[in-house]
C-alpha cells in the first residue's frame, strides 16, 4: 500500500488563516456547555452552501429503538435507480448534525450519482455506546433491504467523519460478525478508532483544533463500558474480510496515524485499501468548505472513487 499525499498550493495558507481565526481547542467539558454547542445554527460561509442541482428531504428509517432521522439527497437530474451512500457527520459522540454536512453529501450526491443518506444517529449522553452504532448498523440493514425505496439499485457504500467514521467502521466489524449484510464499500475520513492513543500525531497535534485526550466527552459515550472493538475498530485483532476502504487523513491532525495505521493493518489483512492524506489540512476540513479548498478537493476524489467502484456516471 502507497499512501497518495495532496499538498496543493494554498491549502497550507487557508487552514493557517482558520485556525488563527478560531483559537485553540477548547474541550466541551459539561452538559449546558454541550446544549448551548448544539444550539449553534450552522454557518454556510464556513460549511459551504447546498447544491442547487440537488433535491433534499427529511425522512425517518426504522430501527430497534423507533425511527431514526435521516437526510436523503439525490440528484434533480435523477432518472433512474443508483447506488446509495449512507453518510455520517462527526462531533466526538456527543455532538453534530445532519445540518453541518448539507455542503458536503450534497456535492457528493452530484458529482459521484449516488443518492446520500445521512444519518441522524443518537447522541451520547442521552444515548451512550452503543446507541449510534445500533442506529448505523440498522440502517445499513434498512438500504440493504429497502433501499429501492430511496432511489437505491441495491448497491450500498458507507462513509463518515471523524466520530461518524468510527461509528461506519464499527458498523462494518459488526456486520462481519453477525454476518449481516455490509456496505460494498467504505470510505472512512480521518476517522477517530481508538481511545487514549499515545501516538506521534496524538503529542504533536493535540489541540490543533481537536483535542483527543480522555475528557468528559469519552466518559459520556462510553459509559463505563468496556472499551471492545465495535466502539474502537483499531482493537480489532483482525481486520480480513472488511470491504475496500477510502482512508482520507490529515496531516495537521491529532488522529492522522489513526488513519496512517488503520490503512496499514487493512492492507495487511488484505482488505484493498487507498490511503489519501491531505498533508498541510486539519481535521475537520470536510465541514469547512466555504473556507477550506481542501475540502471540496476531497470530496472529488471521493466521487471520483465511488464512481470508479460502482460504475455510476454522475448526474
Keep these: ?3 497518495r499525499v495532496v499538498d496543493e498550493p494554498g491549502f497550507a ?13 477548547s474541550p466541551i467539558s ?3 456547555a454541550l446544549l448551548a454547542a448544539r444550539a449553534e445554527p450552522s454557518d454556510v460561509a464556513l460549511s459551504g452552501k447546498p447544491d442547487p442541482a440537488v433535491h433534499i428531504a427529511d425522512l425517518y428509517l426504522p430501527a430497534r429503538h423507533g425511527p431514526v432521522g435521516v437526510r436523503r439527497y439525490r440528484a434533480r437530474s435523477a432518472a433512474g435507480p443508483g447506488p446509495v451512500l449512507l453518510w455520517l457527520h462527526g462531533g466526538g459522540f456527543i455532538g453534530g448534525s445532519v445540518a453541518d454536512i448539507d455542503h458536503a453529501c450534497s456535492r457528493l450526491a452530484r458529482l459521484a450519482g449516488v443518492t446520500v443518506v445521512s444519518l441522524e444517529y443518537r447522541l451520547a449522553p442521552e444515548y451512550p455506546y452503543p446507541a449510534a ?12 433491504d429497502h433501499g429501492a425505496s430511496l432511489g437505491g439499485d441495491g448497491r450500498v457504500a458507507a462513509g463518515g467523519q471523524s466520530a461518524g467514521a468510527a461509528l461506519v467502521a464499527g458498523a462494518c466489524l459488526l456486520a462481519r460478525g453477525q454476518h449481516g449484510p455490509a456496505p460494498a464499500y467504505q470510505v472512512l475520513c480521518y476517522p477517530s478508532l481508538d481511545f487514549g492513543q499515545d501516538t506521534e500525531s496524538a503529542r504533536q497535534f493535540d489541540g ?3 483535542s483527543i485526550k480522555p475528557d468528559w466527552a469519552t466518559d459520556q459515550y462510553l459509559a463505563g463500558q468496556p472499551v471492545t472493538p465495535y466502539a474502537a475498530p483499531m482493537r480489532a485483532r483482525s481486520l480480513t474480510g472488511l470491504p475496500p476502504t477510502l482512508l482520507i487523513g490529515a496531516g495537521r491532525d491529532p488522529l492522522r496515524d489513526d488513519a496512517r495505521g488503520y490503512a496499514a493493518r487493512l492492507d495487511a489483512d488484505g482488505v484493498a485499501v487507498t490511503h489519501v492524506e491531505y498533508a498541510s489540512t486539519m481535521h475537520a476540513f470536510l465541514n469547512f468548505c ?3 479548498s481542501a475540502g471540496d478537493h476531497a470530496l472529488g476524489l471521493i466521487a471520483a472513487e465511488l464512481t470508479r467502484r460502482f460504475g455510476a456516471a454522475p448526474r
Design 1 to 3: 500500500m502507497k499512501t
Design 13 to 25: 495558507a487557508e487552514t493557517e488563516a482558520f485556525l488563527a481565526r478560531l483559537g485553540p481547542a
Design 30 to 32: 459539561g452538559y449546558p
Design 133 to 144: 452504532l445500533h442506529d448505523t448498523y440498522d440502517a445499513l440493514r434498512w438500504l440493504a
Design 208 to 210: 490543533v483544533f481537536l
Design 290 to 292: 466555504g473556507v477550506l
